[in-house]
């Protein structure tokens, strides 16, 4: 078992910048993924960013070149610079485990980002 606690949420103008943490405890030497995710009402989760073990990360196209992805042992960190109102979201932390070739996944209790125009 995995658990999520994400901080750093909050309201911002556009333009600003905000840093997301999330940190692990628990089964944390299994994890072999973490990453954000976020979602609008009505609107289906979507990543946002992830990193592997390993170092590699993706992103999705909308936040190339503003959010940067990090990990630094158990806590995975976004930074989000030159934000817009369309980041509005509520915001999840998410891990994925590989024991025995199964894989679980986890998620925090999302924290809320609003981007004001």
């Known amino acids: 078992q995995v658990q999520l606690v994400e901080s750093g949420g909050g309201l911002v103008q556009a333009g600003g910048s905000l840093r997301l943490s999330c940190a692990a405890s628990?089964?944390?030497?299994?994890?072999?993924?973490m990453g954000w995710y976020r979602q609008t009402p009505g609107k289906q989760r979507e990543l946002v960013a992830a990193?592997?073990?390993?170092?590699s990360t993706d992103y999705a196209a909308s936040v190339k070149g503003r959010f940067t992805i990090s990990r630094d042992k158990n806590t995975v960190y976004l930074q989000m610079n030159s934000l817009k109102s369309e980041d509005t979201a509520v915001y999840y932390c998410?891990?994925?485990?590989?024991?025995?070739?199964?894989?679980?996944?986890?998620w925090g209790q999302g924290t809320q980002v609003t981007v004001s125009s």
């Open positions: 998410n891990a994925n485990t590989v024991l025995r070739a199964i894989v679980d996944y986890y």
């Open positions: 628990g089964s944390t030497s299994s994890i072999n993924r």
């Open positions: 990193v592997i073990r390993g170092g």
